[in-house]
Nanobody, 124 residues
Framework: QVQLVESGGGLVQAGGSLRLSCAASGRTFSNYAMGWFRQAPGKEREFVAAIGWSGGSTNYADSVKGRFTISRDNAKNTVYLQMNSLKPEDTAVYYC?????????????????WGQGTQVTVSS
């Protein structure tokens, strides 16, 4: 089992920045690809970004490319999502996810472990 706890959400004005953190416990963190998903009210949960076990590979949704950066610190068992130039359409609950794989899946069903989520609200 892998336990994931997100933090860092909040209310920010459009154009601002936030950094989300996800602390993992329970298994060897460096064996897992890590990802971020988000779910806006009334919408399906969608892929945001993912990072490979070593941090050497990343993948982003087109909607956040160039604005968001995913990173990880295996010594701290933590993955981060730096979000810059935030837009009102980025408002959602952001979830951290983990899966033991060499790939960076974008499909929600491919991920095995999930955190409880953290709310991000971007005001216009």
């Amino acid at each position: 089992q892998v336990q994931l706890v997100e933090s860092g959400g909040g209310l920010v004005q459009a154009g601002g920045s936030l950094r989300l953190s996800c602390a993992a416990s329970g298994r060897t963190f460096s064996n897992y690809a890590m990802g971020w998903f988000r779910q806006a009210p009334g919408k399906e949960r969608e892929f945001v970004a993912a990072i490979g076990w070593s941090g050497g590979s990343t993948n982003y949704a087109d909607s956040v490319k160039g604005r968001f950066t995913i990173s990880r610190d295996n010594a701290k068992n933590t993955v981060y999502l730096q979000m810059n130039s935030l837009k009102p359409e980025d408002t959602a609950v952001y979830y951290c996810a983990a899966v033991r794989t060499w790939t960076l899946p974008v499909l929600e069903k491919m991920w095995d472990y999930w955190g409880q989520g953290t709310q991000v609200t971007v005001s216009s």
